[in-house]
């Protein structure tokens, strides 16, 4: 049985929802609030994950073999293999029965969530880490690991303030702000399916965290590390339009 880390807001030792033994690890507020207990990390490494293609539908398979490299490949599978085996154990079904929806803008969803608690999710994966977010709000969530970084070379995602911010601190920051930053802002595009554009989106430091200050302030944003990986889980707190209400297609 592989092993399986939970990294939870809610206060408990162990995860009874989930195939194998997790455990909690504490979140970073970036906001003086409670963090709420409506929301689940749960992380594996590629080496606890059998990359089964026949839990792939057709159209799966098919974006597989469009695939041509091999690293892309073993990810792709990998990361399908995971969420449906989470997603299967909670609905009680088998994992080759799942079969997911994305919307216009391509987001995975599951419609036979919807009367769950949880009816959201999202995956991120990097470096070999697998990270999934169940929550009961439309949910965003990235994993990082932080690589030195030369500010001008990645202006380009940056708005003039929040570059401005940056280059006014002491050079050893940049890096690890910097991802701060970035995964938080893929995680707002995860959660909100892409509804803002980047050149749209504003924030503003604030004791050495990133808060959001366009659009509004119906987000959550939590972080945490994992090992040598920075992590982000971002909350629309009252989404107008529900994405998990508009099937468009299934994968």
Known sequence: MHSMILIDSIDSDYDHTCTGVGRTMPLRESKKHRI??????????????????????????????????????????????????????????????????????????????????????????????????????????DIEQPKAIELTHVRHFLSPDEYQQLKSLPKALHTPLFFRLFTDKEAFLKATDKGWALDDIRFQLENQYWKLTNPGDSFQFYQTDYKDSYVSVCLDMNPIHPKISTPSATR
């Open 36 to 141: 709420p207990m409506n929301h689940q990390l749960l992380i594996r490494e590629q080496h606890e994950i059998t990359p089964d293609l026949t839990l792939l539908d057709a159209d799966e398979l098919a974006r597989y073999q469009r695939l041509i490299n091999p690293q892309k490949k073993l990810e792709f599978v990998s990361g399908r293999a995971f969420l449906k085996q989470v997603l299967a154990e909670r609905l009680g079904v088998s994992p080759n029965t799942i079969s997911l929806a994305i919307t216009a803008s391509g987001k995975p969803y599951l419609p036979a969530l919807a009367k769950t608690t949880m009816p959201y999710f999202n995956l991120s994966h990097a470096n070999g880490y697998y990270l999934i977010g169940l929550s009961s709000f439309p949910i965003g969530v």
